[in-house]
Structures are given as structure tokens and as C-alpha cells.
């Protein structure tokens, strides 16, 4: 059982959709991630909020938008999204931005762009 | 910056017969050190995790792992595998907040 919780597991969408994936905690963690994951590849690290704000941004493209609403939760709007952004999405949390503590996955949304 | 290395692409091995996959990394400091699990179609689990201290740590399912300076290297083991077991193992390294991950092992088992 996880206790990162993500939404929805499974997403279908054309390119000129508008869709969000939502990912929540209740662990009280101050450090949220998304990840993206192309089969049989280790994730990718997109984004890092920590305390609410955005803290890292790996060169991800705008057609990604994060969103911390709160403690607790984490959205990633997309708009217009490629063929090639069809992968698993990740969220993760951590109990703070800093050290030694493992992150904490969710089981993902595959999202598929058609 | 920080890396890690995880030879064996793929590992077939017969259910009740031993495991070790490999993991080297690169790093000048002592290293934080994670072995996570996926299973097809889900997130990734925490096997077992390395900070400092005693340098075999075991974890869930039946894991362990040591964590050996001189070869920068933090192998996981299991002495008996099981069915279950089949799925794709990730290493990686915490670097200043970051997970910097291995290509991962892909762990198949035979009957």
C-alpha cells in the first residue's frame, strides 16, 4: 500500500487536450516531486517543490505546469502535450527538501497522448 | 556530479537459488544510498536504505545490502528468491535533495 496517492492511474488524451494529474500526501512531507518514466528507464526528475514552492525545475517544457495547492497536494496541468510525452508519471514526497530521508512514490498515472 | 552504475541490464535466476545485483556509484562523500523495487504497471518501493553506521542494512522482503567503501559499490542481496521477486530493481544516490538513479536491473525468475 502507498501512501502517496496519485490520479487518475490511467489517462487518454488528444494534443489539444487540457488534463491534470493529481498527487496527495498526508504524511506531513514539505518535499514533493514529479517524475516522468519511459519504459524500462529509471524516472526523470521534472520538478521539486519544497515548503509549497518550486524549488527545481529540470528544463521541463511549458506545455507542464506544476501546482502545489498546499501541504498536502500536487498537481501537473498539461496542455497540448506531444506523442512523446505518452510515459508513467510520477509523484513522490520526502519529509523535507534535506537530508538523509528516502523519498516515498506514488504508483503513477500512465498517460497516453494520442 | 554524482552517478550510478548498475551493470547487469537484465538477471534471470531459478526461484529458491540466491541474488546479488550490483550497484556502483560515484561519489567523494559518504554517499546516502537507496536499493526501490517496481513491479509492472506500479510506483517505486523502498527496499532498503544506506546513511551511515553499520554497512550491512537489511530491508523489507527478505533483502540486504552492504555498502563497501573501497569499492564504492552497494550490492543488494537476497539468499532465496522467490516468484514475486521478478521486477525491476533501481539503485540510486541522494545528491543534495536529488535521486540520482541507475539504469536499473530487470530480475526475471525461472520455476
Known amino acids: 500500500d502507498t501512501e502517496v496517492t496519485q490520479t487518475p492511474k490511467h489517462l487518454v488524451m488528444g494534443m489539444t487536450n487540457k488534463k491534470s494529474l493529481k498527487c496527495e500526501q498526508h504524511m506531513g512531507h514539505r518535499a514533493m516531486y514529479w517524475y516522468k518514466q519511459k519504459a524500462k528507464k529509471p524516472p526523470e526528475l521534472m520538478f521539486v517543490y519544497s515548503y509549497e514552492k518550486l524549488s527545481i525545475n529540470e528544463s521541463v517544457p511549458s506545455r507542464f505546469s506544476p501546482e502545489c495547492p498546499n501541504s498536502s497536494l500536487l498537481n501537473l496541468h498539461l496542455h497540448a502535450l506531444q506523442p512523446e510525452d505518452s510515459a508513467l508519471y510520477l509523484c513522490a514526497s520526502r519529509e523535507n527538501p534535506q537530508g538523509n530521508q528516502p523519498q516515498h512514490f506514488g504508483d503513477g498515472t500512465r498517460l497516453s497522448i494520442l | 556530479a554524482q552517478s550510478v552504475t548498475q551493470p547487469d541490464i537484465h538477471i534471470t535466476v531459478s526461484e529458491g537459488a540466491s541474488l546479488e545485483l550490483r550497484c556502483n556509484y560515484s561519489?567523494?562523500?559518504?554517499?546516502?544510498l537507496f536499493w526501490y523495487v517496481q513491479s509492472p504497471g506500479q510506483g517505486l518501493q523502498l527496499l532498503l536504505k544506506?546513511?551511515?553506521?553499520?554497512?550491512l542494512v537489511q530491508g523489507i522482503k527478505g533483502f540486504e545490502a552492504e555498502f563497501k567503501r573501497s569499492q564504492s559499490s552497494f550490492n543488494l542481496r537476497k539468499p532465496s528468491v522467490h516468484w514475486s521477486d521478478a521486477a525491476e530493481y533501481f539503485c540510486?544516490?541522494?545528491?543534495?535533495?536529488?535521486?540520482?538513479f541507475g539504469q536499473g536491473t530487470e530480475l526475471s525468475v525461472k520455476p
Open positions: 561519489y567523494g562523500a559518504t554517499p546516502y
Open positions: 544506506y546513511f551511515s553506521g553499520d554497512t
Open positions: 540510486a544516490v541522494d545528491q543534495g535533495g536529488k535521486l540520482i
